[in-house]
């Protein structure tokens, strides 16, 4: 064996090892939109299914209003400490949230101890989840060969894309083998009871990464007010990379998270048919990503960002709109398959594009902050917003105009980082 073929296997082998937890704990972050309709009835019932249903995905959006303040705490210890031991770490803490999700008996047996343990465990995932993309994407980065690091971070974003597929599959073998009933009962927690037997393999998986050369390299390591201000200066930068973000985070839970909810409760289409569009959607998002990642190691990666969040302003509307004058599982996997290739090739580009323009010295917590900050203001509330939305305006194509303003979001920011009207400060 050549060392060009073992240095390849031991590339390929780390992107493995670091992006497993980044899957697991979008793994349940899944499952959580998935069974938004079993988890309302268990936790929190309710004479109005909308009702219960908005309480859900309220409590489903709380987690991520816990992920700038695990940016900038976890991210800082990873910028001080060191990029490997901050993320076993995260991976701990997503640990305990995911585990008390899948055990905590329903409302029904302990009463409203029940929901608030459900919103404890999801602000613990929230917090954790807050520096793990950004860990995650900072690692790849630099462990990627020259030239190449488009196509090696893009992997941090397919990760989440196998846990979709996993995730459901595993939800249309259910559906396939157990009864309505059943599922509504007790078999809906099988996933998150499998998500924790897991969750130990993955850990011994993380506790072997190496620590970057990059980050030995440096001869700093800044301090937490080091950090602090550093983020104060680079401000403008990070409302710059939050907006960047908008679109990749309202994108993936548009055509991810709301997809199953979307389908059964909208479309009043099969779970089956449903989980199955989010099947396709999790493939198409996986080919996507590494295939435009690569591409923008090439041609650069504005060119990318603004194309693809225009088309995401101009046709997300009106694509909707016809999905729903004519709901059919067809025009549902062709709608969602359009989405897809929109969010697949503007994140292929756009996340390595955030670990570039960020400063060395704040590289995780400020890819973190802009991550969260996008994630907590407007991605992580896309099922709420979407149910909002279409229950006030009744209209039910009108999630579309969430997605059209991240686009626009996206467009302008692309336009002010490679103008170079916004940039890094010392």
């Excluded at 099988?190 to 970057?212: A, D, H, K, N, Y």
Aim: hydrophobic share 50%; charged share 10%.
């Amino acid at each position: 064996m050549n060392t060009n073929t073992q240095s390849r296997q031991s590339k390929f082998s780390t992107v493995i090892k670091v992006t497993s937890g980044n899957f697991i704990e979008m793994y349940d972050f899944f499952l959580f939109g998935f069974y938004a309709n079993y988890i309302s009835k268990a936790f929190f019932p309710s004479d109005s299914e909308y009702a219960s249903l908005m309480l859900t995905f309220a409590t489903f959006g709380a987690g991520f209003l816990m992920r700038p303040l695990g940016a900038i705490f976890l991210g800082g210890y990873i910028d001080r400490i060191g990029r490997r031991k901050g993320l076993v770490l995260t991976l701990g803490i997503m640990a305990t949230g995911t585990a008390m999700v899948a055990f905590i008996p329903s409302y029904a047996t302990i009463g409203l101890l029940a929901p608030l343990l459900v919103l404890l465990g999801r602000l613990l995932q929230g917090f954790s989840a807050g520096v793990e993309l950004g860990g995650v994407s900072v690692y790849l980065s630099e462990m990627a060969t020259p030239g190449h690091k488009g196509f090696y971070v893009s992997w941090q974003s397919a990760s989440q894309q196998a846990a979709i597929i996993f995730s459901a599959g595993l939800g249309y073998f259910l559906n396939e083998y157990y009864s309505k009933e059943i599922i509504a009962d007790w078999a809906w927690r099988i996933p998150f009871f499998i998500g924790c037997m897991i969750i130990p393999i993955v850990f011994q998986i993380r506790r072997s990464l190496q620590e970057t050369e990059e980050f030995l390299a440096k001869k700093h390591h800044p301090t937490f007010n080091e950090i602090i201000k550093s983020l104060k200066i680079n401000w403008p930068l990070i409302v710059c990379g939050m907006m960047l973000i908008v679109m990749t985070t309202v994108s993936f839970y548009l055509i991810t998270v709301y997809t199953p909810t979307f389908g059964k409760s909208v479309l009043k289409l099969s779970i089956v048919e449903s989980l199955l569009v989010t099947l396709f959607v999790g493939i198409s998002n996986f080919i996507w990503l590494p295939v435009m990642g690569a591409l923008s190691d090439r041609i650069g990666r504005w060119p990318i960002m603004a194309l693809f969040s225009g088309l995401a302003l101009l046709t997300t509307y009106p694509a909707l709109s016809w999905l729903v004058s004519a709901p059919s599982f067809e025009h549902m996997v062709m709608v969602e398959l359009w989405l897809s290739l929109l969010y697949g090739c503007y994140n292929g580009a756009t996340i390595v594009a955030l670990t570039e323009i960020i400063p060395l010295n704040i590289r995780t917590t400020g890819f973190s902050l802009a991550y969260s900050l996008a994630t907590a203001l407007f991605g992580g509330f896309t099922p709420l917003v979407s149910t909002w939305l279409i229950e006030t305006t009744g209209d039910k194509a009108s999630p579309g105009y969430w997605m059209s303003m991240a686009g626009g979001l996206g467009l302008i920011a692309t336009g002010l980082i490679y103008k170079g009207i916004v940039k890094a400060r010392d």
